[in-house]
C-alpha cells in the first residue's frame, strides 16, 4: 500500500503518537476535504488540507474557523490595520490595534507610534515616530467593520520625518491653482513574481530561461500565464477595499503582471497605489510568492517593469486641451533630469531605449510611440483633448512623489521665455 511521510501530529493529552509517521494513502485522501463544503464557492474544484486529530471528528479546521468568525454580532470593536512606508522608501509596515466602534473618517482615529529604530527611521535613542492616519479602506482579509490605514509619519514634535512623501505632496495637491485644475492620474503599476527559493520569475525553470517574449503578454495557458490567481484574488481584494483599481492584465515577460488604478485625483492616488500594493504583498505572503517591485528584474532581452503614469487637468480635458498638454511636455522635458532623479532607483538598468523605453538620457515624445519619454494617445490627438502618458517612472516609484510632481512641474513652475522657445525647437513643438 503506497503510503505518505507526513510531519508531526499535534495528539491529545493520554493519546501517544509518534513523532513521524507513515499515513496509508487511503488515511490521507481522507485529510483532503473537498471544495462542497459549507464555505466554499459553487463549481468550485479547490482541496484543503486540513489539521489531524485523532479525536472522533477525525478532521478540524480550527484556525481557519477563528479567522472567519464574524465579530459583529458581539461587539461593536473593529481590528485597525495602520500601515506605513518604511526607511527604505518602498517597504510596507503595518501593525494593528482595537477601535471602540466603525469610524468613517480618518479625523476619528487616533495617532499612533511605533519604534522607528526598526525600521530605519530614527535613532535608538529616541526611537519614536508618531503615525497620522490619512485615509481609511475596508479590509478584505478579515472582512466585517474592520479596516485598512494609510498611514504618514511625523516625529513626537510634528515634524514629517524625511520619509515622510505624502506630506510634501499634500501641500502641493493644496495650491488653488492645483485643485481648480482637478489632477486626474491613471497608474499602472507593473510588478513581477517570483518563487519563494530561488527568487526566479514564477513559471521559469528554474536556474534555466523560458521561450522568448512573444506569447506571454495578455496570455492564457497553463505554459504562458503564471500567476493568474494572485492578480484576480488582488483583483477582488481591491475592488472590495474601495481601491479605485481599473482592470489588470499579463505582461511581456512571463511571471510579470500588471494593474491599473485610476482616474484618481490628487493626493487619492498616491493612497490608493499605496494601499493596493499593501494589499498585493498580503496576497503574494499568503500564496508563498515573492513579490517584487525591481524595474529590471532580469537582464537581457526581457521587459522590464514600469509604473506609466498617465496625467490630465482640467483645462486639458476641455476643448482646445492639446495645446495645453503640449505646453506640459515642454515643461516636462525641461525639467527630465529632476524627474528622472524621482522616478525609482535602478531605473536606469530598465531605460535602456529597448524593451518599449526611452533613453533614460534623451527625452521625447510622440503621438501612438511607446519608445518616448511621453505618449500623446491618438484619440487625444483626434479629438484635440485628453491626457498625456509618463512612460518614465520604475515599478518601485513613489507615488506620491511622482503625482505630485508632474502637478508642480506642469502646473505651478514657469520656465523662461528663451527656454521654452529653446525647448519647443527641438521637440518640435509648436505652442
Not at 134 to 147: E, L, M, S, T, V
Not at 169 to 196: M, N
Not at 206 to 215: A, E, I, L, M, S
Request: net charge neutral; proline share 6%; hydrophobic share 30%.
Amino acid at each position: 500500500m503506497a503510503q505518505t511521510l507526513v510531519p508531526s501530529l499535534q495528539c491529545p493529552k493520554g493519546i501517544a503518537c509518534n513523532s513521524r509517521r507513515m499515513v496509508s494513502t487511503k488515511l490521507w485522501n481522507s485529510l483532503l476535504v473537498p471544495s462542497h463544503g459549507r464555505r466554499s464557492r459553487k463549481g468550485g474544484n479547490a482541496f484543503k488540507v486540513l489539521a489531524v486529530s485523532t479525536e472522533k471528528s477525525g478532521v478540524v479546521s480550527r484556525l481557519e474557523d477563528l479567522l472567519n468568525l464574524d465579530t459583529k454580532p458581539y461587539t461593536d470593536k473593529i481590528i485597525a490595520e495602520y500601515i506605513w512606508i518604511g526607511g527604505t522608501g518602498i517597504d510596507i509596515r503595518s501593525k494593528s490595534r482595537t477601535i471602540a466602534k466603525p469610524v468613517e473618517h480618518p479625523s476619528e482615529l487616533p495617532k499612533w507610534n511605533y519604534d522607528g529604530s526598526s525600521t530605519g527611521q530614527a535613532p535608538g535613542e529616541d526611537s519614536e515616530v508618531i503615525l497620522y492616519p490619512q485615509a481609511i479602506f475596508k479590509d478584505p482579509f478579515r472582512g466585517g467593520n474592520h479596516i485598512l490605514v494609510i498611514c504618514d509619519c511625523y516625529t513626537p514634535a510634528g515634524e514629517p520625518i524625511p520619509t515622510n512623501k505624502r506630506y510634501r505632496a499634500a501641500q502641493i495637491f493644496s495650491q488653488q491653482k492645483v485643485i481648480d485644475e482637478v489632477p486626474w492620474y491613471g497608474i499602472e503599476q507593473e510588478y513581477t513574481l517570483l518563487q519563494t527559493n530561488t527568487k526566479w520569475p514564477l513559471g521559469w525553470p528554474v536556474g534555466g530561461y523560458p521561450g522568448p517574449q512573444g506569447p506571454y503578454y495578455c496570455a492564457v495557458g497553463a505554459d504562458k500565464s503564471f500567476g493568474r490567481d494572485i492578480s484576480d484574488a488582488h483583483y477582488k481584494a481591491c475592488l472590495y477595499a474601495g481601491i479605485n483599481i481599473s482592470g489588470t492584465n499579463g505582461e511581456v515577460m512571463p511571471g510579470q503582471w500588471e494593474y491599473q488604478v485610476g482616474p484618481s485625483v490628487g493626493i487619492e492616488a498616491g493612497d490608493h497605489i499605496w494601499c493596493s500594493r499593501y494589499l498585493l504583498e498580503r496576497i503574494t505572503e499568503q500564496a508563498g510568492v515573492v513579490l517584487t517591485l525591481d524595474p529590471k528584474p532580469i537582464e537581457g532581452d526581457w521587459n522590464g517593469a514600469g509604473c506609466h503614469t498617465n496625467y490630465s487637468t482640467k483645462t486639458m480635458r476641455e476643448d482646445g486641451g492639446y495645446e495645453v498638454i503640449k505646453k506640459a511636455i515642454l515643461n516636462l522635458s525641461l525639467r527630465h533630469q529632476e524627474h528622472i532623479s524621482a522616478y525609482g532607483e535602478g531605473n536606469e538598468r530598465r531605460l535602456t531605449g529597448k524593451h518599449e523605453t526611452a533613453s533614460i538620457d534623451t527625452f521625447s515624445w510622440g503621438v501612438a510611440n511607446r519608445g518616448c519619454s511621453i505618449r500623446v494617445g491618438r484619440d487625444t490627438e483626434k479629438k484635440g483633448k485628453g491626457y498625456l502618458e509618463d512612460r518614465r517612472p520604475a515599478s518601485n516609484m513613489e507615488p506620491y512623489v511622482v503625482t505630485s510632481l508632474l502637478a508642480e512641474t506642469t502646473l505651478l513652475w514657469e520656465p523662461t521665455l528663451e527656454a521654452e522657445a529653446l525647448a519647443a525647437h527641438k521637440l518640435q513643438l509648436q505652442v
